[in-house]
C-alpha cells in the first residue's frame, strides 16, 4: 500500500531561514510542498522520508534566497493491483459504492463490480446486494460507514494542472464550471469473500 519513491527537486529557502540548519529548512519546505498531494504517475505522497543527498547551493542575482538540488525518498500511497485494502463506505450513487481509506476518498466500486444481483435504491440511495438463499432472496444493504473489503483492480491519473483559456472556452458561460476531476483514483471490485465485513462476519 506505501512505497518508498526516491525524488529530486530544487528547493528554494528564504534569507530569513538561514539561521536553521538546512536539513531542516529543506525538509519542512518539501513537506509543504508534497504532504498530501498526488504527484502524476506516482501517488498520493505522504510525508518527506529522508534526504539522501544535497548538492551545491546557489543564490541567483535579485533573489536572496538559496537554491539546492535535493535528492530524497518520500512515502507514497500507491497500492498495487490485486491488493486487497479495507475502507469505509463514503457514500452510494447511481455511478457505483464510494469508499474512503480516511486519508484518500478517490475510491469507487462501479456497479458491474459489486456482488451480484445488486441494485440501487433511488429511495435510500444506497446498493443493495440481492443474496440468493434457500429460502429466498435477502437484501444486504451497503449503508454509509460500514466497513468494505474491497480488492485494487486500476488505478488512474488526472493531470490537474491549471491550463489556460482555449477558444472554445470563450464561448461558453461564466456560470458553467467544468467538473473536478480527482488527480488520482482506484477503481475496485466486490467479489465472494470480499464486501462488507459484517457480512462475512455476522453468525
Known amino acids: 500500500m506505501f512505497v518508498l519513491v526516491e525524488m529530486v527537486d530544487t528547493v528554494r529557502i528564504p534569507p530569513w531561514q538561514f539561521e536553521r540548519k538546512l536539513n531542516d529548512s529543506i525538509a519542512e519546505e518539501l513537506n509543504k510542498k508534497l504532504a498530501n498531494k498526488v504527484v502524476y504517475n506516482v501517488g498520493l505522497c505522504i510525508c518527506l522520508f529522508d534526504i539522501t543527498k544535497l548538492e551545491d547551493a546557489y543564490v541567483f542575482p ?37 469508499v474512503s481509506l480516511g486519508f484518500f476518498d478517490d475510491i469507487l466500486i462501479p456497479p458491474e463490480s459489486l456482488q ?40 488512474s491519473f488526472v493531470d490537474t494542472s491549471p491550463t489556460g483559456p482555449s477558444s472554445a472556452d470563450a464561448t461558453t458561460s461564466s456560470e458553467e464550471l467544468p467538473k473536478k476531476e480527482a488527480p488520482y483514483t482506484l477503481g475496485s471490485i466486490s467479489e465472494p469473500g470480499l464486501g462488507l465485513l459484517s457480512w462475512w462476519t455476522s453468525n
Open 62 to 98: 535579485g533573489d536572496g534566497a538559496s537554491h539546492t538540488k535535493v535528492h530524497f525518498r518520500c512515502v507514497v500511497f500507491h497500492p498495487f493491483l490485486d491488493e486487497i485494502l479495507i475502507g469505509k463506505i463514503k457514500g452510494c450513487s447511481p455511478e457505483g459504492v464510494h
Open 116 to 155: 451480484q444481483p445488486a441494485k440501487f435504491d433511488e429511495a435510500e440511495q444506497v446498493w443493495v446486494w440481492e443474496y440468493e438463499t434457500e429460502e429466498g432472496a435477502h437484501d444486504l444493504y451497503m449503508d454509509t460507514g460500514e466497513e468494505i473489503r474491497f480488492r485494487v483492480v486500476d488505478e
